[in-house]
């Protein structure tokens, strides 16, 4: 059982940069791939990066390639969502999400609770 808690959403100009982190229970954190996905208003929730465990592997939205960066710290339990050149296209609600074998990372079997970016322009 897993329980994930959002951070660091908040309002920021286009071309500007974020920080988002998600704090994981648990003593088993490093066996889990862990995910940011997104909604957007009026959208279907997409998916947006996932690493795997060790954090050695890491995979993108097109969408996102080459100015998003996801990595972990298993040390603090903890997963990051850096994001740079943000987009008014980004705005959305991140949601944090882990999955117990890389089949379940397009269909996490926990969520966060969500935190909301907002780019203007």
């Known amino acids: 059982q897993v329980q994930l808690v959002e951070s660091g959403g908040g309002l920021v100009q286009a071309g500007g940069s974020l920080r988002l982190s998600c704090a994981a229970s648990?003593?088993?954190?490093?066996?889990?791939?862990m995910s940011w996905f997104r909604q957007a208003p009026g959208k279907e929730r997409e998916f947006v990066a996932a690493?795997?465990?060790?954090?050695?592997?890491?995979y993108y939205a097109d969408s996102v390639k080459g100015r998003f960066t996801i990595s972990r710290d298993n040390a603090k339990n903890t997963v990051y969502l850096k994001m740079n050149s943000l987009k008014p296209e980004d705005t959305a609600v991140y949601y944090c999400?882990?999955?117990?074998?890389?089949?379940?990372?397009?269909?996490?079997?926990?969520w966060g609770q969500g935190t909301q970016v907002t780019v203007s322009s």
């Open positions: 648990g003593r088993t954190f490093s066996s889990y791939r």
């Open positions: 690493i795997s465990g060790s954090g050695g592997s890491t």
């Open positions: 999400a882990a999955a117990k074998t890389i089949v379940a990372v397009y269909n996490p079997d926990y």
